[in-house]
């Protein structure tokens, strides 16, 4: 059954006659995206640090935005969470999921570092995770500065933020620097996805099959750079040695059974991967938590699981 909250949103966008997301523009989508925001997200909470960085990751300024949660000081040493926002690689930026960051870092105690990277159509794939693979690489490097362990440090995100850091940690792989947990928000693991998912909530849901079209036609130059695994990490040739996980999905989700997979496939390969479906919820819900109280447990479930991997 599809939570009252989440099918109570729905009947109001239909109500009010919201636009179908893929009938706009980019720029209109981006516009929308920030105005909603107020609408569905709780105010935001109280921090002990909030500074907004630009470093220069491989010749471009990517702004990055720090968050230390209360009770942390300036100078306290902590774990940290690279976090990659969502928005169909288009929509999204670091105000739209200022608040998630924000709660994330509270409840968890990590540092959180929120990444503003290059969107398409303006920058088409693989800009985003070129942006991504730098930011997590900078936080790194700069592990003694930004006062956190260098050996702590996870990344995330929520849905083409889910994709960017689950391919983060294949890019990442073997390397010097590799993320020490990866949080995984009904990621998109596949492009042009056929799941049972993916037909059988196909309309209705928010997220609908022609939106995710919309945005993948703009995000990749050609359908064939889908088959990539940096665009498709399900499609990696190897999942081994990955850092362990936590999936999370949403029930009536197009993209609740490439996130399944995606968690099956790396526990399958010899990793660990917890997997977590809030049956009753839509895409986008953990962000909702002014009208979802089930986006708040969703918050408190990342946050314990930050906990668990992070914290000595």
């Not at 693989?126 to 991504?132: F, M």
């Not at 792989?173 to 990621?187: D, K």
């Not at 665009?231 to 362990?244: E, F, I, R």
Request: net charge negative; charged share 15%.
């Amino acid at each position: 059954m599809l939570d009252p909250q989440a099918k109570a949103l729905l009947q109001l966008m239909v109500d009010r006659g919201v636009p179908p997301i893929n009938t706009l523009s980019p720029q209109d989508a981006r516009d929308f995206y920030v105005l909603r925001k107020a609408l569905t997200q709780p105010d935001p909470p109280v921090m002990s640090h909030v500074h907004d960085h630009l470093p220069n990751l491989g010749g471009l300024q990517v702004p990055v935005r720090e968050y230390r949660p209360l009770g942390a000081s300036a100078h306290d040493k902590l774990s940290a969470l690279v976090y990659y926002h969502g928005g169909g690689w288009v929509i999204g930026n670091i105000e739209t999921h200022d608040v998630l960051c924000r709660q994330l870092s509270n409840a968890s105690g990590c540092a959180v570092f929120s990444v503003d990277y290059r969107l398409a159509p303006e920058h088409v794939f693989p800009a985003a995770y070129e942006d991504a693979l730098a930011a997590f690489q900078w936080v790194v490097a700069q592990a003694d500065q930004l006062h956190i362990h260098s050996n702590r440090v996870a990344v995330g995100g929520d849905s083409a933020g889910g994709n960017l850091a689950a391919a983060v940690c294949l890019g990442a792989r073997g390397g010097a620097h590799v993320p020490a947990f990866q949080l995984l928000i009904y990621p998109a693991t596949l492009m042009y996805p056929d799941t049972a998912s993916y037909h059988a909530n196909a309309e209705g849901y928010g997220l609908t099959a022609s939106a995710m079209h919309w945005f993948m036609d703009h995000y990749l130059p050609t359908r064939e750079h889908g088959n990539d695994w940096r665009a498709s990490p399900l499609k990696a040739s190897s999942l081994a040695g990955l850092p362990s996980a936590l999936v999370l999905t949403a029930g009536y989700d197009p993209l609740r059974d490439e996130g399944y997979q995606y968690a099956d496939a790396l526990s399958a390969a010899g990793g660990v991967a917890e997997y977590i479906c809030f049956e009753r919820q839509i895409h986008g819900f953990i962000t909702m938590g002014r009208i979802m109280r089930e986006a708040l447990s969703g918050v408190e479930v990342c946050a314990q699981a930050l906990r668990r991997y992070l914290h000595p």
